[in-house]
């Protein structure tokens, strides 16, 4: 699920929000009741865990 984030036009509140691709966008400040807008984001990374990928889990041992 992608993460959106918000902004309120009257407070300034900026809070992100999980949610489906196909479900509607925030319309009202958790905190103010006040109208948001989605922002655009950069989108999160890639995360790597462990001591190393290549080595770790596709090489093949001779």
Do not use: W
Not at 21 to 45: D, E, H, N, Q, T
Not at 46 to 55: A, C, L, M, N, V
């Amino acid at each position: 699920m992608p993460t959106y984030e918000y902004e309120c036009k009257k407070c300034g509140y900026r809070f992100t929000k999980f949610q489906s691709i196909k479900a509607k966008p925030v319309s009202k400040c958790p905190k103010c009741s006040g109208p948001v807008k989605r922002l655009i984001s950069g989108g999160s990374g890639i995360i790597f865990k462990g001591s190393g990928f290549y080595e770790t889990d596709y090489k093949r041992k001779k």
